[in-house]
């Protein structure tokens, strides 16, 4: 792995935690007042933050960061294995949102799927991106970590 992507990879990962407390600043705005501008700013703010994750996903799936892992490092494949399904599951729970919270959908069901709903994605992210951070330094310990 070249620092280059190590680096990407973690200023992105830093980029995703700002949008996502903007994220939820915005939504938890709407859900304490209502408002339609509310609803709208929080909506929006979901959908970007929905294609960034999936572009992020595309990043380490492409630049190779999860191959090389593996490459170097047999015995994590395991653990890259679920990476690889998390993003898949991911994406899938952040479109279904979005489509859903698309839909001209009732007050009522506009509350639930902006509060729960996203807190569980967002904890899987979270984690997500935790695991992927502590793999990414255990290679780069074997790569980089040592004089010889
Ligand atoms: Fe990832
Ligand atoms: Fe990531």
Redesign the pocket.
């Known amino acids: 792995m070249s620092k280059d992507i190590a680096l990407s990879?973690s200023e992105?990962?830093q980029r995703?935690q700002e949008m996502r407390t903007v994220l939820l600043d915005a939504r938890d705005r709407y859900l304490a007042k209502g408002e339609e501008r509310r609803w709208n700013l929080a909506s929006r703010l979901l959908r970007e933050f929905a294609s960034h994750v999936d572009r992020?996903?595309s990043?380490?799936e492409e630049e190779g960061?999860l191959v090389h892992i593996t490459q170097r490092r047999p015995l994590l494949s395991k653990r890259v294995a679920s990476?690889r399904a998390d993003h898949e599951a991911l994406r899938n729970a952040l479109l279904d949102l979005v489509a859903l919270v698309d839909t001209k959908s009732e007050e009522e069901l506009r509350r639930q799927l902006i509060g729960a709903r996203l807190n569980a994605i967002l904890s899987r992210l979270q984690a997500?991106?935790r695991e992927?951070?502590a793999l990414m330094q255990e290679a780069f310990q074997q790569e980089f970590g040592t004089d010889d």
């Open positions: 990879l992105e990962h995703i992020h996903f990043f380490e960061f990476l997500h991106e992927e951070n």
